[in-house]
C-alpha cells in the first residue's frame, strides 16, 4: 500500500526515507517499536518531527508496520509534518522496507537520507556534516563511532582473530547518498543488508564516514528506551 498523505512531495532536493517498520520483538511491547511510548508520544514522534523540521530536508516517505500505516498518517497530521509525501506499508526486512519507500522517491530527487525511526535523536548538525561531504564528490556518506571495546571474530566460541580496531567504525543513520546511487544498490539483490550503504558499497559506491553521534542511540531494548527518554527529558521543551 501506498497512501499519499498530508504532502507537500515536492520534486527535487532532498528525500528522507524513515523506516519504522520493524516489529520491536525485543522491545517486549504490545506493539511496534515505533509505537512504543517515548516521553508521552510514539517512537515514531521524535524523529518524524525532527526531520520535518530540518532545512535539509524537503520531503518525508515513511515506512510503517503492517497495519499501522494510518496511526502513521495521523501522527504526521497530529504534527503538522506537512513534508510527508507519502506513508508506505514496510516490508519484512529493513532493506525491503527502504526498497518499497524508495519506489515512492519522484526520479528527479537528487538525494535521498535514510533514517531509522529506531534512532529518535536524530538533529541537524549530523545531516549537515553528512551532506558537506556529500557535497565533496562521493556516492554516499554515513555518520560512525569510534569503537571503544576490542572486537574478536569468534567461530564456535573460540576466537580466530582480533580484528585491529583502529580501521572500525560503528555506523549509524541517517545515511544520505547521490540518489541514483542508491537506486543501483537497491536494483538487486538486498538479502541481509543491515544498511543501505553496504548495497551501495556492493555495487561499486564509494561512501564516506563523517563523525557520527552518540545521541543517535538505537533503541532495541526497553533499557535503550530508557535512556532516549531521559536524554529527550534533559532537552527539555
Ligand atoms: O530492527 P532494527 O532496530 O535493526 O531496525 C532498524 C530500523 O529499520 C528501525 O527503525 C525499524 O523500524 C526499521 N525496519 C523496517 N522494516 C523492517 C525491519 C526494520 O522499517 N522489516
Redesign the pocket.
Known sequence: MSTSSSASGEAGGTWAIL??????SRLGSDRP??FAGLAGRPLLAESLERLDTSEWVDAIVV?APPGWEEPAILLAEELVASKVAAVVT?????A??VRIALAEVPEDALVVLVH????PLVDDAVIERLLARLAEGVDGVVPGIAIGDTVKRVERGIVAETIDREALVAVQTPQVFVAERLRAGYSGEVAGA?DCASLVERTGGRVAVVAGDPRLV?V?TASDLELVARLVEDEGP
Do not use: L, Q
Not at 523506516?19 to 520491536?24: K, Q
Not at 514496510?90 to 529493513?94: I, Q
Not at 531509522?116 to 534512532?119: C, G, V
Open positions: 523506516v519504522a517498520a520493524g516489529s520491536g517499536k515505533a515506512a514496510g516490508g519484512a526486512t529493513r525491503e522496507s531509522d525511526a529506531a534512532r543491515t538505537k532495541t
